[in-house]
C-alpha cells in the first residue's frame, strides 16, 4: 500500500512547525561552545619580562608617588603614613575633580598581594589615573 504525501486541501496553513533545523543548530553551537572554552580560560604560568626603555610619562606634571618597601609600609611620597592614613589621603584626592596621577612603587621582593589591596583601594575611590613604576634596565 502506497502512502499519499499530498494536502487535500492545500489553502490551509501549515500547523506544525519543523524543529530539526533549530536541533541541528543548538549541538552545532554546544560543540563549539564545548571546544572553545578551554581555549579562554588562561591558566599558563609566564615569566613577565623586565622593562627595557624609560617609560614615556604623561605631559601632566601633576603626580602622586605612593610607595610600599620590603616590610610592607606605606610612604606618601617620602613620608611614612599608615593604611588608614592611605585611605584618608586616596579620599581626599578622590574629591578633586582632576587628580593627579597615582605612581604606585613598590619593592621587587614585597609579596603581590600588598600591591593589590592598594590597588584596589585606589579603584575603590574611582580615581583610575595609576601607574605601575618598574626598573629600568
Known amino acids: 500500500m502506497a502512502r ?61 608617588t605612593i610607595s610600599i618597601d620590603q616590610a610592607g609600609n606605606y610612604y606618601w611620597g617620602k613620608e611614612k603614613v599608615t593604611g588608614k592614613q592611605i585611605s584618608d589621603l586616596l579620599d581626599t584626592l578622590s574629591m578633586d575633580p582632576e587628580p593627579p596621577v597615582l605612581s604606585v612603587r613598590a619593592d621587587a621582593q614585597l609579596p603581590y598581594q600588598y600591591v593589590i589591596t592598594l590597588v584596589d583601594m585606589i579603584k575603590q575611590r574611582k580615581l583610575s589615573k595609576i601607574s605601575l613604576d618598574t626598573k629600568v634596565k
Not at 499530498?6 to 564545548?34: C, G, H, W, Y
Not at 571546544?35 to 623586565?50: C, F, R, S
Open 4 to 64: 499519499k504525501f499530498q494536502r487535500k486541501d492545500r489553502l490551509s496553513a501549515l500547523t506544525e512547525i519543523n524543529v530539526t533545523p533549530l536541533i541541528d543548530l543548538a549541538f552545532a553551537l554546544l560543540i563549539i561552545f564545548m571546544i572553545t572554552t578551554p581555549l579562554l580560560e588562561q591558566t599558563v604560568d609566564l615569566n613577565l619580562p623586565v622593562e627595557t626603555s624609560k617609560p614615556q610619562l604623561e605631559d601632566r606634571e601633576d603626580f602622586q
